[in-house]
């Protein structure tokens, strides 16, 4: 699929690593909607954007709230072809440390957001994307999930991320075999250290210590890589049913 004919639906669309998709479809010639609950960033960036671009404030989690996103984008675009969930929360905390046990609402909360969110925005825009005409090569769609290294290697205090990561990767297989019959394509994408929000509050010096934890490049990774390998992703009809890390050879120590 060319990213000109992209019409691609980017959950956690307003900053980090879906701000950069965002703008990566924009500047190739796509259309991006930007589904976010940041609702004063995602309208800044929509509106710098200009007529690329539609911005509607959501919670991958609910399913009327996506609903209503993904209309408003078929309405905007007349159809999508595209996902890139990005959308996701983060807690560290061990299951018992000195403040006591973990509480089981947060756990919960970062399956609901990461693992669960990710699910509901994948099985309604797989149902809108079935009813578009597949593309000289059959296609229909694709989809592209986010997990993390954090899947495979989650340090102490991760319980909660890694369980919600793995649970993407997971996915990708069987959801990859079942949308093969609609001609819709679903990849996972599992980052390494990447210069997100998520770090933006750190000293520069714990920055560049984290960034020389990476073999090659020695140094964080920046979201427009990530947008680079979406890109890919989309353009390459043979890249199906894939977790792919982009991470620079980290393997995650245990803490």
């Given at each position: 699929m060319n990213i000109k004919d992209t019409v691609a639906v980017v959950t956690g669309g307003a900053s980090g690593l879906g701000e950069a998709v965002v703008r990566y479809v924009a500047e190739n010639g796509g259309k991006a909607v930007i589904l976010d609950?940041?609702?004063?960033?995602?309208?800044?960036?929509?509106?710098e954007l200009g007529s690329t671009a539609l911005f509607v404030k959501?919670?991958?989690a609910e399913e009327s709230s996506v609903q209503d996103a993904l209309n408003k984008a078929v309405e905007q675009f007349g159809n999508i072809n595209t996902v890139v969930n990005c959308a996701g929360i983060g807690v560290a905390k061990k299951v018992l440390s000195k403040k006591g046990v973990h509480e089981l609402q947060s756990f919960s909360k970062v399956i609901e957001v990461n693992l669960i969110g990710t699910f509901n925005v994948v099985r309604l825009a797989a149902e809108k994307m079935t009813g578009n005409e597949p593309n000289e090569s059959g296609e229909r769609g694709v989809?592209?999930?986010t997990a993390s290294v954090a899947a495979f290697e989650g340090q102490i205090g991760q319980a909660a991320y890694s369980a919600s990561k793995?649970?993407?990767?997971?996915?990708?297989?069987?959801?990859?075999?079942?949308l093969a019959a609609f001609g819709i394509r679903v990849m996972t994408i599992a980052p390494g250290l990447f210069d997100t929000p998520m770090f933006s509050s750190l000293p520069e010096e714990a920055r560049t210590a984290l960034g020389k934890m990476t073999?090659?490049?020695?140094?964080?990774?920046k979201p427009a890589e990530y947008a680079q390998l979406a890109g890919s992703i989309i353009e390459n009809p043979m890249l199906n049913g894939e977790v792919i890390r982009l991470d620079g050879a980290?393997?995650?120590?245990?803490?």
């Amino acid at each position: 699929m060319n990213i000109k004919d992209t019409v691609a639906v980017v959950t956690g669309g307003a900053s980090g690593l879906g701000e950069a998709v965002v703008r990566y479809v924009a500047e190739n010639g796509g259309k991006a909607v930007i589904l976010d609950l940041a609702e004063e960033r995602g309208t800044e960036l929509a509106e710098e954007l200009g007529s690329t671009a539609l911005f509607v404030k959501t919670n991958v989690a609910e399913e009327s709230s996506v609903q209503d996103a993904l209309n408003k984008a078929v309405e905007q675009f007349g159809n999508i072809n595209t996902v890139v969930n990005c959308a996701g929360i983060g807690v560290a905390k061990k299951v018992l440390s000195k403040k006591g046990v973990h509480e089981l609402q947060s756990f919960s909360k970062v399956i609901e957001v990461n693992l669960i969110g990710t699910f509901n925005v994948v099985r309604l825009a797989a149902e809108k994307m079935t009813g578009n005409e597949p593309n000289e090569s059959g296609e229909r769609g694709v989809i592209i999930n986010t997990a993390s290294v954090a899947a495979f290697e989650g340090q102490i205090g991760q319980a909660a991320y890694s369980a919600s990561k793995g649970g993407v990767a997971a996915m990708t297989m069987p959801l990859s075999r079942e949308l093969a019959a609609f001609g819709i394509r679903v990849m996972t994408i599992a980052p390494g250290l990447f210069d997100t929000p998520m770090f933006s509050s750190l000293p520069e010096e714990a920055r560049t210590a984290l960034g020389k934890m990476t073999p090659f490049p020695s140094r964080l990774g920046k979201p427009a890589e990530y947008a680079q390998l979406a890109g890919s992703i989309i353009e390459n009809p043979m890249l199906n049913g894939e977790v792919i890390r982009l991470d620079g050879a980290i393997r995650m120590q245990p803490k």
